[in-house]
């Protein structure tokens, strides 16, 4: 399984930008998805993540309100939608997949999924 990301790029604060997340090489469908982010000196974090039909989501706090995650199966991509951005946004972002049922505390740990994105870098300016 493969996992291409793209969409990065550098937004003034209060800009937006979509993020795309391709899956090769498996059932796009049996996969829950999720996006993470690392910043320059810190560890990975969660972001977002979705349910292999799109029904369940979950957000961290610091984006609930700005980024959507959303899928298309018939695509075998996900999306992260990213409104309102702000410096501290700034990070690679990294798109994952796991195959199987999506669960909330599982589902924020990078460890819980096998397959992951090479990264797209998103420079927020002040």
């Known amino acids: 399984v493969q996992l291409q990301a793209s969409g990065g790029g550098l937004v003034q604060a209060g800009g937006s930008l979509r993020l795309s997340c391709v899956v090769s090489g498996g059932t796009f469908s049996s996969y829950m998805m999720g996006w993470f982010r690392q910043a320059p000196g810190k560890e990975r974090e969660f972001v977002t993540a979705?349910?292999?039909?799109?029904?369940?989501?979950y957000y961290a706090d610091s984006v609930k309100g700005r980024f959507t995650i959303s899928r298309d199966n018939a695509k075998n991509t996900a999306y992260l939608q990213m409104n309102s951005l702000k410096p501290e946004d700034t990070a690679v972002y990294y798109c994952?997949?796991?195959?199987?049922?999506?669960?909330?505390?599982?589902?924020?740990?990078?460890?819980?999924?096998?397959?992951w994105g090479q990264g797209t870098l998103v420079t927020v300016s002040s």
């Open positions: 979705m349910s292999r039909n799109g029904g369940i989501t």
């Open positions: 994952a997949a796991q195959r199987g049922s999506l669960y909330y505390t599982p589902a924020l740990q990078p460890t819980t999924y096998d397959y």
